[in-house]
């Protein structure tokens, strides 16, 4: 049981919920591994993918994001384009942490 969201995301094939102690719930479609629990088989009810520490989510078409209390970005799903952030372009069934630039752009 999530036990009280803080926060929810939908996107286009994925839903995530942020629970309050800071757990991440996902379901929906999962063919590009977008869920982030490791597999690539829908679920038509909320699986737990984080335990806890995080801050904020976001749910794209094909992907999702997370951002940690410390912030640290991470994302799982399809990558074909590069939209991970990870440096590649391999889709993702687990979160990777992203690349994340400096102010600077560096």
Excluded: C
């Excluded at 996107?11 to 999962?30: E, F, R």
């Excluded at 869920?35 to 699986?47: A, H, P």
């Excluded at 335990?51 to 912030?71: D, I, K, L, P, R």
């Amino acid at each position: 049981a999530i036990g009280g969201a803080g926060a929810v995301a939908a996107g286009m094939t994925p839903s995530l919920v942020l629970g309050q102690d800071g757990s991440v719930w996902a379901s929906g479609k999962n063919n590009y591994g977008q869920l982030g629990d490791g597999t690539t088989v829908s679920k038509n009810i909320f699986v737990k993918v984080i335990s806890s520490g995080v801050q904020t989510v976001a749910a794209g078409a094909w992907h999702n994001m997370f951002m940690t209390e410390n912030g640290n970005v991470w994302a799982t799903g399809e990558n074909d384009y590069g939209q991970l952030g990870d440096g590649s372009q391999i889709n993702k069934k687990s979160f990777v942490r992203v690349v994340v630039p400096t102010s600077d752009g560096a």
